[in-house]
């Protein structure tokens, strides 16, 4: 038994021009609790009719909504982050019924930081400069306009609010197309957006899948800028859509991040907090540190300590507290894990723990046995990302090695380094060719910005700096 599942919900309209509507189309969307394997929830399957109606609502909104001052604007984020921390506990419950994703870890991962997100997005408002003075020229910073927000499902709220929160700050409104896997933060944020007094068409919600709502929204006319959190196949896709009539997009996608430890670091320390890193939220994350770079004269050292902690998780019920794993989010994504697993066996990787089979006494539930290979930066396993609680562990010979190692991959999101003083640490960095580096075990900090090099994405999140990708410049004078 379960503890805790909420009872199934049923949500019937979707948000459009401040009002909840029924949808133009009939279909639902079932949504399924992967530890109990049953349905939890059902939304309505959207259509591109609604995109047309939500994209209108949002023209028709923005040309006010742009002219209102920072203070006005900053505000309303406050009381989106106030009204959201009023219901953190509903929507960690949500999440976890969603995705699975043990209580403990979901209330701060995903309800608490969510408010955080909003909170740190008012407080740099006052940061960016909106107006300065080049010359004779006057440059000043304007809305995008109607953005197009397209969420994943691995931290369903705190994406809608990193984006939907980003754009509404820079003065854009939104149509959103929350996850149809975990769908129902959009529709909670969406009743916070309407309880906070946005005015009519600054937020719409419309629920659907990708080839239905996605790409009427990436292609619609109205719509000026296409913001996605997904997959590489996802981003190509928005991004071929949106070369159509050139719209500016955002993309933050997939990595393969490497968890760099020298020679005089904390070996044990920077392997249990790497694992930590990359198989939080079951390792559904695209900045996982998937990849542990140790020296060679270490790797024996280094992968007893990568088994031990890979051992200690213990996975089942989400609400139980010894649960520090739970499973992943659907029988897909199961199924692509456990292939990638059997194709490190294939590929003659060192297996030392975990594997492709269910863990013992969970034969419901979507659960990965969490998996630690050891071998090199050649196998798939190493070079794509895999989107599971799995890591392989990379030796090298000499420092250089091990940077030429992480750098060589089509990912540039995430990564870390360790030695034996920050200072030097941060020196090394530079050499690191990702988006965001932690030193020695550096708490995130979500005021710098956050994005990729190479396929890893396109423009930056968190802080002013996410703010700013909803903006455009122009010169007066």
């Known amino acids: 038994m379960i503890r805790g599942v909420c009872p ?21 969307i079932e949504v399924i609790n992967p530890v ?3 349905r939890v929830a059902t939304v309505p399957a959207g259509t591109a009719a609604d995109v047309d109606l939500a994209a209108r609502a949002a023209a028709e909104a923005f040309p006010a909504w742009s002219r209102t001052s920072v203070d006005e604007r900053a505000a309303l984020l406050r009381k989106l982050a106030q009204l959201t921390e009023a219901r953190s506990e509903e929507i960690t419950r949500a999440v976890v019924s969603e995705i699975g994703q043990p209580y403990s870890v979901a209330i701060r991962s995903q309800g608490a930081s969510a408010v955080e997100d909003l909170r740190s997005i008012a407080e740099s408002l006052p940061e960016i400069s909106w107006e300065e003075q080049v010359g004779h020229t006057v440059v000043v910073r304007e809305a995008a306009g109607v953005v197009g927000a397209i969420t994943p ?38 009743e916070i957006a309407e309880e906070a007094g946005l005015p009519d068409g600054v937020f719409n919600l419309v629920s659907g899948s990708g080839p239905d709502v996605g790409e009427a929204l990436v292609t619609h006319p109205l719509v000026d800028m296409v913001s996605l959190t997904g997959s590489v196949r996802a981003g190509r896709r928005v991004m071929e859509l949106a070369s159509r009539s050139v719209k500016k997009v955002a993309l933050e996608l997939g990595g393969k991040s490497a968890n760099v430890i020298l020679e005089d670091a904390d070996l044990t320390r920077a392997i249990e907090v790497g694992i930590e890193d990359a198989f939080r939220n079951s390792g559904q994350v695209c900045g996982g540190l998937s990849r542990v770079l140790v020296p060679r004269s270490r790797l024996a050292e280094a992968e007893e300590i990568a088994v031990r ?17 739970g499973p992943v989010a659907n029988v897909h994504q199961r199924q692509r894990i456990r292939d990638y697993i ?32 050891s ?27 091990a940077f030429e190692i992480a750098n060589d991959t089509q990912y540039g999101l995430a990564g870390a380094i360790w030695a034996g003083d920050d200072d030097r640490a941060r020196a090394l960095a530079r050499n690191l060719r990702t988006g965001r580096i932690r030193i020695n075990g550096s708490a995130v900090n979500q005021r710098a910005p956050h994005g990729g090099f190479k396929l890893s994405g396109i423009g930056r999140e968190f802080g002013r700096y996410g703010i700013e990708e909803f903006l455009e410049y122009k010169s007066i004078g």
């Open 8 to 28: 199934v919900s049923e949500r019937g309209q979707i948000f459009i021009n401040g009002k909840w509507v029924p949808s133009a189309g009939t279909g639902v």
């Open 36 to 38: 109990t394997e049953e």
């Open 153 to 190: 499902w691995n931290g369903p709220m705190r994406m809608i609010c990193m984006k939907a929160g980003a754009a509404i700050a820079a003065g854009c409104t939104v149509v959103l197309k929350g996850t149809e896997v975990a769908p129902l933060s959009s529709f909670i944020f969406a």
């Open 309 to 325: 902690k890979a051992e200690s998780y213990v996975l089942g019920d989400p609400y139980d507290p010894a649960t520090t794993l």
């Open 342 to 373: 059997r194709s490190g066996l294939d590929e003659g990787v060192r297996l030392l723990t975990g594997g492709p089979e269910a863990p013992e006494g969970l034969d419901r539930g979507f659960f990965v046995r969490p998996t630690v290979f």
């Open 375 to 401: 071998g090199d930066n050649t196998s798939r396993i190493a070079r794509e990302e895999i989107f599971g609680p799995v890591v392989v562990i990379i030796p090298f010979d000499s420092e250089e090695e």
